[in-house]
């Protein structure tokens, strides 16, 4: 375990934002990250943990306690039953799957970030999230002080939230387990109308695993959303804001408003009789195009969903673009945007 004062976070994340953390811990076994947490927790100081750093927004003062990076190693197949360890890199976690033959989580491929982080988020990406793999969830549980294991049910999966994310200061993840799907070389069913168009086929078929994996690679490229330290587009955080779902009664509000600037808005349907729009739509239709801003802080070039550091932000560079267009939009639509990373020290 390494231990460090006064340690940058910024480097850590994928903003390359954020002051210093006072206490840095590094942890390579899940025995050292129990015992990290077990002593901030005896200590009563604030604790952070993170992985990749990817759905972070750190304020510029940092963190006044403890930040344990979960840096763990674990990659096991037994047949298609996969299990990682919370430190191993998502990206490459993914590609491992289908080299060896195995559907699933392909469609996830290029995410940014830790496995660990991927049931708390329930990550998904392109027709997938890992609410439709994920098996159990390993973990400390800091109100017992004790080692649990929750399997898919237990994790409360909706759309990009969990149990663990609803109980942020309870659990701290330490293995995922997957089950994941021997297709023939074929990848799960084409989900997503994008990919299918891609591909010229109609949603719910299945094509090449590796094509698959490869596609949303050069998609996601394509949106700078492929971590590549060159490229300030980025420098983000992901989709900056959650698509809405909103009931039935909004959905109508906001069809009138849509109707009344003859404006045909994306929809899905969702559970619970709500409708999902896309907030990359709301964002352009409320003004905010691609490359918006002339500060250190401006949407991706790329995507309009990307809150990007140009080099020389501050995390309040990018709350102050992130107000303005949560603002924006709300004024232009009366939809309310939410923000998809977690914020430490700053509120939206």
């Not at 129990?34 to 990817?54: C, F, K, Y």
């Not at 945007?337 to 020290?345: A, Q």
Request: proline share 5%.
């Amino acid at each position: 375990m390494l231990e460090e004062l006064d340690a940058p976070l910024a480097p850590l994340t994928t903003l390359r934002l954020g002051g210093p953390a006072r206490r840095l811990v590094t942890a390579h076994t899940d025995d050292e990250v129990i015992a990290a947490v077990r002593a901030a927790d005896a200590a009563g100081e604030p604790l952070l943990v993170i992985g990749g750093g990817s759905n972070l927004v750190i304020g510029d003062a940092g963190f006044p306690g403890t930040v344990l990076r979960i840096a763990t190693t674990g990659f096991a197949l037994d047949g298609t039953a996969l299990e990682l360890a919370a430190g191993e890199v998502w990206a490459e976690a993914v590609a491992r799957t289908v080299d060896a033959g195995l559907a699933g989580i392909e469609f996830l491929a290029g995410i940014p970030g830790s496995a660990g982080a991927t049931p708390v988020q329930n990550v998904g990406a392109y027709g997938q999230e890992v609410a439709r793999t994920v098996t159990e969830v390993v973990a400390y549980d800091r109100r017992t002080g004790g080692t649990v294991t929750l399997g898919n049910e237990a994790c409360a999966f909706s759309y990009r939230h969990s149990r663990f994310k609803a109980e942020p200061d309870r659990y701290v993840v330490l293995r995922v387990r997957f089950a994941l799907e021997d297709a023939a070389g074929r990848s799960t069913p084409v989900r997503y109308a994008e990919v299918a168009k891609h591909f010229g086929v109609a949603q719910d078929e299945r094509v090449g695993l590796r094509e698959a994996h490869d596609a949303v690679l050069a998609l996601r490229a394509g949106k700078g959303m492929v971590l590549d330290p060159a490229d300030h587009d980025t420098w983000s955080a992901g989709s900056f804001f959650t698509n809405p779902v909103l009931s039935a009664e909004q959905y109508a509000a906001f069809l009138a408003v849509a109707a009344g600037r003859e404006l045909t808005a994306p929809a899905y349907p969702a559970p619970d009789g709500c409708t999902k729009t896309s907030a990359a739509w709301l964002i352009d239709k409320a003004g905010f195009g691609k490359g918006y801003g002339s500060g250190p802080a401006t949407l991706s070039t790329k995507h309009t969903l990307a809150l990007t550091n140009r080099g020389a932000a501050s995390t309040e560079d990018l709350l102050a673009l992130a107000r303005e267009i949560r603002d924006g939009v709300r004024a232009a639509f009366g939809v309310e945007l939410v923000n998809e990373p977690v914020m430490v020290g700053v509120t939206l």
